[in-house]
């Protein structure tokens, strides 16, 4: 069975969302158990800088940013599940990814500037998830015009005979 430009675009995002997991799992390992980091800790790329400042956890609490980020990443693999096996219903399944993907992308933009501007460092882990999820963006935003285009195509409307419309002579 030839795989559709859109279920190989669903496995990219499926993939791409479990090695997300896993580097979110790593990082939330760093945190609570002592894990040693793998990454440089001076110079430009800081890792241990960025993930000990106060940026590194959500807001007014303890827990690393990088749980919300797994909840992110599960989220986008459990959308990329849904679209590759529900190929019927795919626009609901296209937007609700791109808004998933967008809503992602906005944080990991966040996350950049203050690793840029405010921490003057950046973390090789935070990058590559913000790499990730970039890519996941534009793989949405890919399906979700494509879905636009052969929609029409798909629901059977450019194949089906015309009615025959009686027209009156006057």
């Known amino acids: 069975m030839k795989l559709s430009q859109r279920s190989v675009g ?11 997991s896993a580097i979110s799992v790593y990082l939330i390992s760093v945190h609570y158990e002592n894990v040693p980091l793998i990454c440089s800790t001076h110079g430009v790329v800081d890792c241990g800088l ?6 590194s956890v959500v ?17 986008s693999a459990v959308l990329a599940m849904i679209g590759w096996r529900f190929v019927a219903q795919r626009r ?13 992308l906005l944080a990991a933009l966040y996350l950049v500037y203050i690793e840029i501007v405010r921490l003057h460092t950046i973390c090789a882990w935070c990058t590559a998830l913000h790499v990730i999820i ?3 963006f534009l793989v949405t935003m890919l399906q979700l015009q494509q879905a636009r285009v052969v929609e029409p195509e798909e629901s059977g409307t ?7 419309i009686p027209i009156r002579n006057q």
């Open 59 to 75: 807001p007014g609490t303890t827990i690393p940013i990088s749980i919300p980020g797994l909840f992110w990443c599960l989220g």
């Open 50 to 55: 960025v993930l000990a400042s106060n940026y």
């Open 92 to 104: 609901w399944i296209n937007a609700s990814q791109f808004i998933w993907s967008l809503a992602g």
């Open 134 to 136: 970039l890519i996941i």
């Open 10 to 20: 669903q496995i990219i995002t499926l993939l791409l969302s479990l090695v997300g």
């Open 158 to 164: 450019l194949d089906e005979e015309p009615a025959l």
